[in-house]
């Protein structure tokens, strides 16, 4: 139940992000600022009209509303300006650290250099992390449709630009046609190169799609994950060996991943010992915050004070950052939780 008391907790508690994207951040003001300093066309005229965009009927209207408005996203500046906005409101949500996607093919086919993306969101969280204190690192999240070819020549970019807050590879897109097998030798030499890896399964295909992340790419965390439910032979297997799945439950009923509240599996896989953490995927386009989703699993799956703790803390131990941060951001986080219960009495 959410209690006054427990809502100022949500509100004010340190939290963590590990599962959401640069693209899907942008806000329908900077969607109109950027389409008419770039020139760029979108179905919209002003603000109200972009804002109903943002209210789609279907999984396939919103992949055609968030590529339309993605578009917009041209220079250098443009992922400078929308990386420090979200820094802002990361921010403003008590995130102490996250980790931002960065989807490189999309920018890549609209003749836009792949380091002009990673060097603008770079610099904008830089500057967000001055002002704020918040910490942002970035993942690239390589779209599976395009095939391991391509996949080669964002790598190299990748580890010519690791110094531009670049920790992770991951991959994400249509996961019921791309399985992720075929990808084994990128993440091995992603690995290799040393970046953390994870990757999109179980959100629409089922178990086999993140059995093939977990023992064949050799992720250590599984955006969404949530149909590993479905074989608990999986189910337990993700405990065992400590695979975090990074679930945005928002994000999986407003794009059918799960049907229902009731039919999400977050409850299910939480009591079987899974590590789970909460995220908010796309914000804007499926009307969300990070704080409104933890506001959201308690109202629908009855999580209290100390399961939010425990979410919040899987965050900071799925991170990837290096042990001695991770160990610091640790302690912080714990003595913050800590004093705020005490404060709240929850």
Known sequence: MLTPELDAFITRMPKVELHV?????IEPRMALELARRNGVEIPARNLAEVQKLYRYRN???????????????????????LAYEMGLTLARQQVRYAEVMLSPMQHLLRGIHLREAIVGAATGFARAERET????????????????????????????????????????????????????EVFAAARDAGL????????????????????????????HGIRSVQDPS???????????????PSSNI?????????????????DAGVLVTINSDDPP???????????????????????????????????????????????RVEGELSALRVELGV
């Not at 999986?234 to 945005?248: I, Y």
């Not at 799956?301 to 160990?327: I, T």
């Open 21 to 25: 994207h640069l693209e899907g951040s």
């Open 59 to 81: 999984f396939s209207e919103f992949l055609s509303v968030f590529m339309s408005l993605t578009q917009v996203i041209v220079r250098c500046t443009d992922f400078e300006q």
């Open 133 to 184: 204190g918040v910490m942002v690192q970035l993942a690239l999240d390589y779209g599976r449709q395009y095939t391991p070819a391509y996949a080669w020549y964002v790598l190299e970019i990748a580890k010519e630009l690791r110094s531009h807050r670049l920790v992770a590879w991951s991959i994400g897109g249509d996961e019921i046609h791309y399985p992720p097998e075929p990808f084994a």
């Open 196 to 223: 953390h890896l994870m990757a999109h399964a179980g959100e629409v295909a089922g178990p086999s799609s993140v059995w093939g992340a977990v023992d064949v790419l050799k992720v250590s965390r599984i955006g």
């Open 234 to 248: 999986l189910v337990a297997h993700l405990r065992d060996r400590g695979v975090v799945l990074d679930v945005c």
């Open 254 to 270: 407003r794009t059918g991943a799960a049907p229902s509240w009731e039919q999400h599996s977050l409850r299910t896989l939480y």
């Open 285 to 331: 386009f499926f009307e969300t915050t990070l704080t409104d989703e933890y506001r959201r699993v308690v109202h629908h799956f009855g999580f209290g004070a100390d399961d939010l703790c425990v979410l919040v803390l899987n965050g900071v131990r799925a991170s990837f950052l290096p042990p001695a941060e991770k160990a610091r951001l640790l302690q």
